[in-house]
């Protein structure tokens, strides 16, 4: 690099002397490489002192989070722009903007201080946000000058935000999900010209068939007599919305017409969509273990050059001081407490050597990236208050009963129970009764459950069942009040308070899933893949924010919606006469529409179900062209046959890496050092409270030479590993992949990682191809 400037990934000197220890500048250098590594970041900053300062202040939280915020207000911007939901002035809406890509601009720049010209300027994501702020600019002059003369222009540039969104360094996991839709069009895409042209041949088919014998929809319109209207119809018989209607007027002419809808329904719709679904989940896992492989490899590069700058000889072998070790730690992790680096240490430096080998050098990223449960045994306040009573043996016994699996049984049938008298007449007065005796009971439960648990352990932060529980009680108390403060005050009668008291004591029936083990888990599974479902979230807000700004622009003003007590003859067609007897009005669609972003979205939603999509499309393109259907169609192909086939890869994916993979080496020697010091918590002993609170507590240091004076030591703090649960579906593959790769193995260079493909088989992984 001119200058003296080098990136990351390249070589750095080591000080001068093998015993001399780094300096302040190569601890950030390495605690750069171990952040990135930590959180499987790829990006080539210079290695100058400077530019590693501006790095790790670029991946500051603060100026993440900044950077979401002028993201999504940028996006929101189309609820206040026309079509508005909440109408501003053009003025401020482009003020707004304008900060908003000042922002972008900056954000931009920060990148550029850290990264090589050559590199930055060949990123097309660089590029991507560049070319987008110039065109925003440009669209916003344009726009601006015809207002100021009163002609209605078009804000076509609206479409490209979220290009913001998807290419900033922050939204590397968006941009999977986007490679993996780009990897799988190739193969999908045979599969999709294959499925057309046997559209085709059916659509030719039914010309010949249908077209010349007069027949007649309900609507009175001829049947099947254009080969355009005849491929969109069977179009959405593939989608199953117009099934039987689209082969009644054929079939009540000749039954064995059927045979020809029967045979196109099981080749197009069950057998090309299933193998849609086959070829997009067999490119996702193709394309996913290839990226899996080179984050595996890229993450060990890092660690490795982070040792190398940190190194130091002490005999035969080069080695990083402890001292050292203890100051990158506390840089990469900044709110680390001391126990927790000492735990990590203790497992780093088995031997308490004063030194970490290479080994277990690279392995740091890792460890930082295990959730260790922090756990403060605390006693009962009436252990404390009055111990004699507490420990008596009666109170024993209750505690002990509270804790069998036989008050969980019972309490089930409770709630079964419960469930059928909800589904009987509450103004039966015996009915009425019985509420406040299940009420009573679940009241007694919770009370049971905090003499038995110690409260704030109960209601811990993790303690999500707990919580879900005793709140659910609560919703019922206040409805059961509330209802019968209702029925007594005859002269007072809400019917939304009502509903509301009714939807509070249905709630009650969700004790259900806390209570059945089974439920729980499937519930758990649910929440614990919600946060990396959130990237195909991203995913599906930018295509429905890129079709619902160009659907704005095409039908704004097209339909309009009345108040269902209007008279206005307006009313019964939408607001266009176009719509006059058609599907669209007489289904009283009117609400669907475009003219504004909220409303958009809804109905792209509906779009997304695919049931009536072809009412919806043939509204639109009664009120402008027959040619946007082909808007309606390239929305259906998008989001349903690939996004969603895609989602069902991951959910796929998910499930099976979640059930399928046991703890890795590095939390089994964590695991093993926690026992070892005797400091540890089995994870089923932190399940329904009992007596832990999963909060860090005061900091403390390791001392003492046996379990006693260790446990003494901590003052009460005990450890445990946060189950898989908490991972994400890539750092359990990564997991898997990295234990087949061996301790010494340093890998390819950067360059051949960057270059992985699908086809390589480096290495040879029999047990994650299975896998992955």
Not at 404 to 429: C, G, Q, S, T
């Amino acid at each position: 690099m001119p200058g003296g400037r080098r990136a990351a990934g390249l070589h750095r000197p080591h000080p001068s002397s093998p015993e001399e220890p780094p300096a302040q500048e190569d601890l950030l250098l390495a605690a750069a490489y171990v952040s990135d590594a930590q959180y499987n970041r790829n990006v080539p900053f210079e290695t100058s002192p400077q530019a590693v300062r501006l790095y790790h202040f670029y991946n500051h939280w603060t100026m993440r989070a900044a950077t979401y915020f002028f993201i999504w207000g940028d996006l929101a911007l189309a609820l206040f722009e026309e079509p508005a939901l909440f109408p501003l002035p053009f003025l401020a809406t482009s003020i707004a903007e304008v900060l908003c890509l000042t922002a972008f601009s900056g954000r931009l720049v920060h990148f550029a201080k850290v990264t090589p010209q050559m590199v930055f300027w060949k990123d097309t994501k660089n590029i991507c946000i560049v070319v987008t702020i110039v065109l925003t600019l440009i669209d916003l002059i344009i726009y601006g000058s015809l207002e100021a003369v009163n002609i209605h222009g078009v804000r076509w540039s609206r479409a490209l935000r979220p290009v913001f969104l998807i290419n900033f360094p922050e939204s590397r996991q968006i941009r999977r999900a986007f490679r993996s839709i780009r990897n799988t069009l190739p193969d999908i895409l045979y599969v999709f010209l294959l499925f057309i042209f046997s559209m085709l041949i059916f659509s030719l088919m039914a010309l010949k068939l249908f077209g010349d014998r007069g027949l007649k929809t309900v609507e009175g319109s001829p049947y099947f007599t254009n080969i355009l209207d005849i491929a969109f119809e069977l179009y959405v018989l593939v989608t199953t919305a117009n099934s039987p209607d689209v082969m009644m007027p054929a079939y009540e002419f000749n039954w064995w017409y059927s045979l020809y809808f029967i045979t196109y329904i099981i080749i197009n719709t069950y057998i090309f969509m299933s193998v849609f679904l086959a070829v997009v989940y067999n490119n996702y896992r193709k394309h996913l273990k290839n990226e899996i492989r080179t984050l595996a490899y890229l993450k060990r590069h890092k660690m490795i050059e982070a040792f190398n700058i940190l190194k130091v000889k002490v005999g035969t072998e080069f080695v990083v001081k402890e001292a050292q070790w203890r100051q990158l730690a506390k840089i990469v992790a900044p709110d680390i407490s001391s126990s927790h680096l000492e735990l990590l240490l203790r497992i780093s430096d088995e031997g308490q050597k004063g030194y970490v080998d290479k080994m277990n050098f690279l392995r740091l990223a890792d460890l930082l990236n295990i959730q260790v449960v922090t756990i403060n045994i605390k006693r009962h306040p009436l252990e404390a208050w009055m111990p004699r009573v507490y420990q008596s043996s009666p109170s024993l016994l209750v505690q002990k009963v509270v804790r069998h699996r036989i008050f969980v049984w019972v309490y089930d049938v409770i709630i079964l129970i419960n469930a059928i008298f909800i589904a009987l007449d509450e103004k039966n007065p015996l009915i009425s009764y019985a509420e406040w005796l299940f009420l009573s009971l679940y009241i007694i439960e919770i009370l049971l459950k905090l003499y038995t648990y110690e409260p704030r352990a109960y209601f811990g932060r993790k303690q999500f069942w707990n919580w879900f529980d005793t709140l659910i009680i609560i919703a019922a108390l206040v409805a059961t009040v509330a209802n019968t403060t209702i029925q007594s005050a005859r002269k007072y009668n809400s019917q939304q308070i009502l509903d509301i008291v009714l939807i509070l004591r249905i709630l009650r029936l969700l004790r259900i899933i806390v209570s059945i083990q089974r439920f729980r888990v499937i519930v758990t599974t649910l929440i614990n893949i919600g946060p990396t479902m959130l990237t195909f979230g991203g995913l599906v807000l930018v295509v429905y924010y890129v079709f619902a700004i160009i659907g704005m622009e095409v039908f704004h003003g097209k339909v309009h919606f009345f108040d269902p007590s209007s008279t206005s003859p307006d009313a019964l067609v939408c607001g266009n006469p176009a719509l006059k007897d058609s599907a669209f009005a007489r289904g009283r669609y009117c609400r669907n529409n475009f003219n504004d972003l909220a409303a958009s979205l809804i109905l792209l939603t509906e779009l997304t179900v695919v049931n009536q999509w072809h009412v919806l499309a043939d509204g639109f393109a009664l009120v402008t062209h027959q040619a946007s259907k082909l808007y309606f169609i390239g929305f259906h192909v998008v989001v349903v046959i690939l996004i969603v086939n895609i989602f069902i890869a991951f959910i796929l994916e998910a499930f099976f890496v979640a059930y399928s993979l046991e703890k890795s080496e590095v939390e089994t020697a964590i695991e093993k050092k926690i026992q070892e010091l005797g400091v540890g918590v089995q994870e089923e002993e932190v399940l329904d409270g009992k007596l832990i609170d999963n909060v860090d507590a005061k900091d403390s240091g390791f001392s003492g030479d046996d379990g006693d004076n260790k446990r003494k030591a901590l003052k009460g703090l005990y450890f445990r590993i946060a189950s898989k649960k908490y991972k994400t579906v890539d750092a359990l593959l990564q997991q898997m992949f990295e234990s087949e790769i061996a301790p010494e193995d340093e890998g390819p260079s950067l360059e051949e990682i960057l270059n992985f493909s699908p086809s390589d088989i480096h290495p040879k992984n029999p047990s994650f191809e299975n896998s992955a």
